[in-house]
């Protein structure tokens, strides 16, 4: 089979003809058929779990993994796209209502977005300043949310973020730098302001 990848991606002429087939240059979904015939078949649906699909846009594509895990939970409204690189979502997973998630991202088993949470694991390439970004290579990097962690609504976490294990970040931020694990961040830019004290228990303010 990799072999076979391989060879396609050497031939740009197959490659080309074969991605028309999948998806339009003018409107970058899937078609029916690979909705319906294909995309069964190779990504993974942990059982119990609830893609709310008919009123949310999940582009998926074959050539990237797209996986989401048992009891996990994908509300109206919203975009999943793995056009850029994978998404993976763990157990108990909630994405919420009119949430966007751009792979690649992970998002680990316990943790969920609040409304209206964007996730992206790429941004648009501007490096040459003569032509459109829009044509230029995009930047890829991933987003990674471990395990327990809860994004609230309107947030916003860009490429290449990594956020801890059991952290909250509070509605409305903006998350461009890392956030270590058991901790409390909030703002735009986001930034650390409590964190977990395994030996007092407690929550401790950072100052």
Same mark, same amino acid.
């Given at each position: 089979? %990799? =072999?076979?990848?391989? #060879?396609? #991606?050497?031939?740009?002429? %197959? ?11 003018? =409107? ?10 294909? =995309? ?41 796209? =793995? ?5 993976? %979502? ?37 490096? +040459? ?8 290579? %995009? ?38 730098? +890392? ?21 007092? #228990? ?6």
């Amino acid at each position: 089979m %990799l =072999n076979i990848i391989q #060879k396609i #991606k050497e031939k740009k002429w %197959l490659k080309a003809f074969l991605i028309r087939l999948i998806t339009s240059n003018t =409107n970058p979904k899937p078609r029916l058929w690979v909705r319906w015939f294909v =995309n069964p078949f190779i990504h993974k649906r942990g059982k119990g779990s609830v893609i709310r699909s008919s009123r949310s846009r999940i582009d998926v594509f074959p050539w990237n993994r797209f996986e989401i895990g048992k009891q996990t939970t994908i509300e109206d409204f919203t975009t999943i796209n =793995n056009g850029a690189g994978p998404v993976l %979502l763990g157990d108990r997973v909630r994405i919420g209502i009119g949430s966007v998630v751009i792979g690649p991202v992970t998002i680990k088993s316990g943790s969920g977005l609040g409304q209206h949470v964007f996730v992206s694991g790429f941004n648009h390439g501007y490096a +040459d300043g003569e032509h459109n970004s829009s044509i230029q290579p %995009l930047v890829k990097k991933e987003v990674v949310i471990e395990e327990d962690s809860h994004i609230g609504a309107n947030s916003v976490v860009v490429a290449g973020v990594h956020i801890g294990k059991r952290c909250q970040i509070g509605a409305g931020s903006v998350v461009t730098k +890392d956030i270590p694990d058991y901790s409390v961040a909030v703002g735009n830019p986001a930034r650390v302001i409590k964190y977990y004290d395994h030996t007092s #228990k407690r929550w401790i303010k950072n100052n």
